[in-house]
């Protein structure tokens, strides 16, 4: 889909169709939306005064224009009552809009930007939510199917204004709104890729088109330069498996000097099996996606380097299968991570803790000054908190509150979770400095306390995305499978950190 910003008069714009906003507890269309009313010789009016349109949030009337106005249909949405609109409610309207839409054929639309200079949404902002909502909602993951879908496709949005002068802003924010949308997107496509496409070495194709697209600097390390930086823990995670395991490292650089201004690191397991502590087969499949958070760093740094921020950002990820083969690690084992510390192995999955522990090693030994992890890191985690929000554990309360922010602002929710001295308890192992379970309860809280032993004191954010990852119908902007959490959290935090 393009989306383009244009000024002109709305009535006379040519389209399939025209989406205009309607409030609850208004009792006459206003504005825009008053101008179509009256080109459509009142039928708005008629369908507000007959309690048809009522403006409550994600109400959707489509009227036929039926040769009153260029525009084919006359879309009224409903955003709820103004004083409790914001940007996330503007994304979720448009994209279940453009659903609706496409399902009826409608290949061209245009809108106003809705909410735009209502409880303090500004023009940019608008037309930002505007096209993230288009370009997330209508999202599809067809790479596999050889049949074409039974809808059509919306080719064109475009944002129309009458006012001139607020074109550059609806421009900038069009511009950042697609940019941020984009990743997300491509993060999706990433974790919805089955296990057999989506290997450690196909993650460092993508990472390598990553680089070449948007001038990022990168290294991926073999096996063998792993062996050399003792990468204990993450190569024993990946010593079961016959696809090699990928070290992949991103750098964008945007500030004056050399320094690591923050790390973004994701995990990167592109498929899950379990291990020899395997899981049960129901369901196994789901475990394509236990890379989304390496998926969502790399995404992220793609949307970087094309906002250009003035700071410099490591995105790293440890890609590699958990598998149960002849060499595998097994339940017993120890094993030494790359910062010298012994770890017992209780099950081999609880992998992606091993994985990480190295990786927040060596960002540290990268001079990483703050560290962002986001993980699929455990099955607790969606008990706890479902897929509505993000868990996220800290050892600098500092930082999780931009985190949060960050977050806020993507309409991607996070919440965070405590971080108390009693639940390391739980990892002590009586053979080895740590082990990688803490037992059954607290599962989401020990393995942050495991991480927290790695990232030491360097200040530090663990997101676990386990339940936000994915979601199981379309809700808002977000479409069955994985949702691209939290791309969009990831860019605005740097965005954030750059400005200071
Ligand atoms: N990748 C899983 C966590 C997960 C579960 C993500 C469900 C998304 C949906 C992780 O590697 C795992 O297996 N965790 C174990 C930890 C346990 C062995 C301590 C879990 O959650 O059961
Ligand atoms: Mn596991
Ligand atoms: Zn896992």
Redesign the pocket.
């Given at each position: 889909m393009e989306i383009k910003v244009t000024t002109g008069d709305i009535t006379k714009i040519e389209t399939g169709a025209i989406i205009v906003d309607f409030f609850e507890g208004m009792e006459h269309p206003a504005g825009d939306t008053a101008i179509l009313d009256e080109a459509l010789g009142g039928a708005i009016s008629q369908l507000v005064s007959q309690g048809e349109i009522k403006g409550k949030l994600s109400e959707i009337t489509v009227i036929h224009s039926l040769g009153r106005l260029p525009a084919g249909r006359v879309v009224v949405v409903g955003l709820g009552k103004q004083a409790e609109l914001t940007q996330d409610k503007i994304r979720g309207v448009v994209a279940e809009t453009c659903r609706l839409l496409r399902q009826k054929n409608v290949e061209t639309i245009a809108t106003v930007n809705q909410g735009a200079g209502i409880a303090g949404i500004t023009i940019e902002g608008a037309a930002q939510v505007i096209t993230e909502g288009a370009l997330l909602g209508v999202y599809s993951f067809r790479q596999h199917l050889t049949k074409k879908a039974e809808h059509g496709e919306i080719k064109q949005l475009t944002i129309i204004n009458a006012d001139k002068t607020n074109l550059p802003a609806l421009e900038q924010g069009c511009h950042k709104g697609k940019v941020l949308a984009e990743a997300t997107n491509l993060a999706r496509d990433m974790a919805n890729e089955p296990g057999n496409y989506m290997t450690p070495s196909h993650m460092a194709e993508v990472a390598t088109r990553l680089a070449e697209t948007y001038r990022l600097e990168l290294q991926v390390l073999e096996r063998e330069q792993m062996q050399e930086l003792g990468m204990g823990a993450f190569l024993g995670v990946a010593q079961g498996s016959r696809e090699p395991p990928k070290f992949i490292i991103l750098r964008y650089h945007g500030g004056d000097d050399k320094a690591t201004d923050v790390a973004l690191i994701g995990k990167g397991?592109t498929f899950?099996s379990?291990g020899i502590?395997i899981?049960p087969s129901e369901g196994m499949g789901?475990?394509k996606?236990?890379m989304a958070g390496g998926a969502a760093v790399m995404a992220a740094l793609s949307a970087i380097a094309q906002l250009k921020p003035k700071i410099n950002v490591l995105a790293l990820v440890a890609a590699t299968e958990?598998m149960p083969n002849g060499s595998a690690l097994k339940p017993g084992d120890i094993l030494t991570a790359m910062s010298g510390k012994t770890i017992e192995i209780i099950?081999t999955?609880?992998?992606?803790r091993l994985t990480l522990a190295d990786v927040l090693d060596y960002a540290k030994k990268q001079g990483a000054k703050q560290m962002v992890d986001v993980a699929?890191?455990?099955?607790?985690m969606?008990v706890a908190l479902g897929d509505i929000c993000t868990g996220a554990f800290t050892n600098n309360q500092e930082l999780v509150n931009k985190v949060i922010a960050a977050g806020a602002e993507a309409g991607e929710r996070i919440w965070q979770m405590p971080m108390y001295e009693e639940y390391k308890e739980q990892n002590k192992s009586e053979v080895a400095d740590i082990q990688n379970?803490g037992g059954r309860s607290a599962?989401s809280i020990t393995?942050a306390q495991f991480l927290a032993e790695f990232a030491g004191d360097t200040p530090w954010v663990h997101l676990d995305i386990?339940g936000t990852?994915t979601t199981e119908k379309e809700r808002n902007y977000l479409v069955k499978g994985a949702t691209g959490v939290p791309v969009r959290t990831l860019v605005n935090l740097v965005l954030a950190l750059a400005k200071q």
């Amino acid at each position: 889909m393009e989306i383009k910003v244009t000024t002109g008069d709305i009535t006379k714009i040519e389209t399939g169709a025209i989406i205009v906003d309607f409030f609850e507890g208004m009792e006459h269309p206003a504005g825009d939306t008053a101008i179509l009313d009256e080109a459509l010789g009142g039928a708005i009016s008629q369908l507000v005064s007959q309690g048809e349109i009522k403006g409550k949030l994600s109400e959707i009337t489509v009227i036929h224009s039926l040769g009153r106005l260029p525009a084919g249909r006359v879309v009224v949405v409903g955003l709820g009552k103004q004083a409790e609109l914001t940007q996330d409610k503007i994304r979720g309207v448009v994209a279940e809009t453009c659903r609706l839409l496409r399902q009826k054929n409608v290949e061209t639309i245009a809108t106003v930007n809705q909410g735009a200079g209502i409880a303090g949404i500004t023009i940019e902002g608008a037309a930002q939510v505007i096209t993230e909502g288009a370009l997330l909602g209508v999202y599809s993951f067809r790479q596999h199917l050889t049949k074409k879908a039974e809808h059509g496709e919306i080719k064109q949005l475009t944002i129309i204004n009458a006012d001139k002068t607020n074109l550059p802003a609806l421009e900038q924010g069009c511009h950042k709104g697609k940019v941020l949308a984009e990743a997300t997107n491509l993060a999706r496509d990433m974790a919805n890729e089955p296990g057999n496409y989506m290997t450690p070495s196909h993650m460092a194709e993508v990472a390598t088109r990553l680089a070449e697209t948007y001038r990022l600097e990168l290294q991926v390390l073999e096996r063998e330069q792993m062996q050399e930086l003792g990468m204990g823990a993450f190569l024993g995670v990946a010593q079961g498996s016959r696809e090699p395991p990928k070290f992949i490292i991103l750098r964008y650089h945007g500030g004056d000097d050399k320094a690591t201004d923050v790390a973004l690191i994701g995990k990167g397991i592109t498929f899950d099996s379990g291990g020899i502590s395997i899981k049960p087969s129901e369901g196994m499949g789901e475990m394509k996606g236990d890379m989304a958070g390496g998926a969502a760093v790399m995404a992220a740094l793609s949307a970087i380097a094309q906002l250009k921020p003035k700071i410099n950002v490591l995105a790293l990820v440890a890609a590699t299968e958990n598998m149960p083969n002849g060499s595998a690690l097994k339940p017993g084992d120890i094993l030494t991570a790359m910062s010298g510390k012994t770890i017992e192995i209780i099950s081999t999955d609880a992998e992606g803790r091993l994985t990480l522990a190295d990786v927040l090693d060596y960002a540290k030994k990268q001079g990483a000054k703050q560290m962002v992890d986001v993980a699929t890191l455990t099955g607790a985690m969606r008990v706890a908190l479902g897929d509505i929000c993000t868990g996220a554990f800290t050892n600098n309360q500092e930082l999780v509150n931009k985190v949060i922010a960050a977050g806020a602002e993507a309409g991607e929710r996070i919440w965070q979770m405590p971080m108390y001295e009693e639940y390391k308890e739980q990892n002590k192992s009586e053979v080895a400095d740590i082990q990688n379970t803490g037992g059954r309860s607290a599962g989401s809280i020990t393995a942050a306390q495991f991480l927290a032993e790695f990232a030491g004191d360097t200040p530090w954010v663990h997101l676990d995305i386990a339940g936000t990852s994915t979601t199981e119908k379309e809700r808002n902007y977000l479409v069955k499978g994985a949702t691209g959490v939290p791309v969009r959290t990831l860019v605005n935090l740097v965005l954030a950190l750059a400005k200071q």
